[in-house]
């Protein structure tokens, strides 16, 4: 009798067991595909579809406030490429018809870009959303997990186990869980903090696009350019790193051993986090940008 009844209370406590198990590693699982979904998402934004408030915001503000300043540079530099033109051609003394056609060419490619240095920055970055939509369809389509499938032969194996080693394996599921709320998060900012970073980029974009057409001042516009195909590629190599991880999780067998799998996509989710972070720098290095 009294063997029934521990019997009977052995198996409601591996049942509860079972239960806190597979809902941690449900919510673990969806917590997965959902930060590969969400990545995919975002990074595929243009700044105009991720926040058109503060889409709208940064261009006003770079219309009515940096433009202005833009157009004093740009008139510091029109003038100082005139005085260098003539003051090299032996103190004007050498001057020739042509040299007034290509400074009124420069002049008017300088306000021309700087009139149009929104646009400009926008079609840089719509390129960017280009590639990453091409990329995204491919690691959408390998980047959810079948966590059914997984789910179920989890649940097999730990009709094998112990209460002592089904309790171990609910703490550390829970552990697990919790450590994977929390890299969400950390992903979520950083994700974040690129568009942040791109709408800051894009706000002082004028001042440097005023000095493109001057030899001496133009390498500040082209190293801003190359910093703005920077930005607008880094979504290229974060949906990259998705893609990998993506891969990497599902390709972690659960069936040799619950306790170092959960952990393995623990340190993949990690790696995860490391590499998106280095995205940023290594996007610069391939640009040359600084």
Known sequence: MLGWIIDDLEDWIKELLQGIIISNLETMFQDVNENTNDIATQVGQ???????????????LSETVIMPIAGLIITFVLCYELISMLTEKNNMHEIDTWMFFKYFFKMWVAVYLVS????????????????????????K???????????????????????GELATLALESMLVSMCMKIL???????????MIEIYLYTSVA????????????GQIGTGYLR??????FQGFLMMVCVGIYAVLV?????????????????????????SLFKT????KSIFNAH
Do not use: C
């Not at 959810?144 to 097999?156: A, C, E, V, Y």
């Open 184 to 194: 969400s998060v950390v992903i979520t900012v950083i994700v974040y903090g690129r």
């Open 206 to 217: 004028p001042i440097p696009f005023a000095t493109m057409t001057n030899k001496e001042w």
């Open 116 to 139: 149009h240095t929104w646009n400009i920055t926008m079609a840089v970055f719509d390129l960017g959303q280009s590639i990453v939509n091409d990329a995204s369809g491919v690691v």
């Open 227 to 232: 910093g703005l195909f920077a930005l607008a």
């Open 280 to 283: 940023g720098s290594l996007a």
């Open 141 to 163: 389509s390998n980047a959810t997990i079948d966590w059914t499938s997984k789910l179920s032969m989890i649940l097999t194996q730990t009709t094998l186990l112990d209460v």
């Open 46 to 60: 243009t700044p105009s579809g991720w926040n058109g408030s503060i889409y709208g915001f940064i261009h006003t």
């Open 250 to 274: 599902s390709t972690v067998e659960l069936s040799d051993n619950i306790h170092s799998a959960l952990f393995g996509i623990i340190g993949y989710t990690v790696i995860l986090v490391f």
